[in-house]
């Protein structure tokens, strides 16, 4: 069997919001653009909603991953996947009904994605996970960029990934918070296949190059599939 490719995943919270679609130009050979929803009361920040989301899917070929910080997304997320993103994560702590809504988004087209904080245990959801085509173990508290990686959270990774290993489930295992060169390796040893990055991609003198570096540093500590 071949060696999985690692996905990097930039994320235009460290971008320029006045040019995003020059922006995600500048990492078009990344694999998806990863797009960071925030309202203020999940977390304590506010970025974006429907309307540039739905802009910027006219506007780039990337596949957008568009990360659900918000309160209610029961009601919420759907419609991002109407507005055409490819994969829509919501989080565990602030979803009524997490089945009902990952069969909401795959029923409007896009990915199902479950993301879920430091501090929540990952065990609760195992089972639900069946839904999903996606889990975002963020690698620092949501809500803001550029915070340092969390390497105590990796045992979550290392858990789905056996599940994954030995069929029980088929999914995208995503790390969110503090990617860049010197972390990214640990989290993919731990068994990652998806990688965001924000700083480390949108600070760099070169988006393009610093995605191919974080991509070659995540292939080369890849484990082989079992
Ligand atoms: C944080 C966001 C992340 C953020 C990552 O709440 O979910 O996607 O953009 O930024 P870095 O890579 O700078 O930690
Ligand atoms: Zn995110």
């Known amino acids: ?31 998806w653009l990863h797009v960071d929803v925030m309202d203020a009361h999940f977390v304590p920040n506010l970025t ?7 802009s910027l899917h006219r506007a780039t070929d990337l596949p957008l991953d568009c990360h659900l910080m918000i309160d209610d997304p029961d009601r919420w997320a759907p419609p991002y996947a109407e507005a055409g993103a490819a994969n829509v994560t919501f989080h565990v702590e602030a979803a009524a009904d997490v089945v009902q809504t990952a069969r909401a988004i795959r029923a409007a087209g896009a990915l199902a994605g479950l993301a879920i904080k430091p501090g929540t245990p990952v065990e609760p959801y195992l089972e639900v996970l069946r839904e999903f085509d996606t889990v975002l ?3 620092v508290e949501p809500g803001f960029g550029g915070q340092a990686f969390r390497a105590e959270v990796l045992p979550k990774v290392r858990t789905i990934r056996t599940l994954v290993s030995s069929g029980h489930l088929r999914l995208f295992v995503e790390v969110d918070g503090g990617i860049a060169l010197d972390t ?24 393009a190059a ?17």
């Open 137 to 139: 173990v963020m690698t």
């Open 184 to 207: 990214i390796a640990a989290a993919a040893e731990a068994g990652a296949d998806v990688f965001v990055a924000g700083s480390a991609v949108y600070e760099a003198d070169d988006p």
């Open 48 to 54: 974006l909603g429907l309307p540039v989301v739905k």
């Open 210 to 226: 610093a995605v191919e570096g974080l991509r070659r540093a995540a292939r080369a500590a890849m484990p082989p599939p079992r």
């Open 1 to 31: 069997m071949n060696r999985p490719e690692p996905m990097i995943a930039p994320s235009i919270l460290s971008a320029d919001f006045a040019h995003l679609a020059d922006e995600a130009d500048a990492v078009s050979g990344a694999d």
